[in-house]
Nanobody, 115 residues
Framework: QVQLVESGGGSVQPGGSLRLSCAAS????????MGWYRQAPGKQRELVAT???????NYADSVKGRFTISADNAKNTVYLQMNSLEPEDTAAYYC?????????WGQGTQVTVSS
């Protein structure tokens, strides 16, 4: 089993920044993908950004140039630096770890962008 603990959500004005963290523990294999997804009220969960254990990054078009995903493999922790936040970024953000075709999810952390 894998446990994911997220932190760093909150409320911010448009144009502001937040940094999300997700620490993974448990049975983590050498090859995996970690990332962030988000779900706004009334909408489906969508990919925000992912990073593989080899360092390959992938971003949703809507966040390219504003968000940066990074990882500390020694700590099994992934970060999401979010800059130039927009009201449309308001959502619950979920950490994900995928290994051997199995998905693990964190409990979610709320990000609210509002003036």
């Amino acid at each position: 089993q894998v446990q994911l603990v997220e932190s760093g959500g909150g409320s911010v004005q448009p144009g502001g920044s937040l940094r999300l963290s997700c620490a993974a523990s448990g049975s983590i294999f050498r090859i995996y993908t970690m990332g962030w997804y988000r779900q706004a009220p009334g909408k489906q969960r969508e990919l925000v950004a992912t990073i593989t254990s080899g360092g390959t990054r992938n971003y949703a078009d809507s966040v390219k140039g504003r968000f940066t995903i990074s990882a500390d493999n020694a700590k099994n922790t992934v970060y999401l630096q979010m800059n130039s936040l927009e009201p449309e970024d308001t959502a619950a953000y979920y950490c994900n770890l995928r290994q051997l075709g199995v998905n693990f999810w964190g409990q979610g952390t709320q990000v609210t962008v509002s003036s």
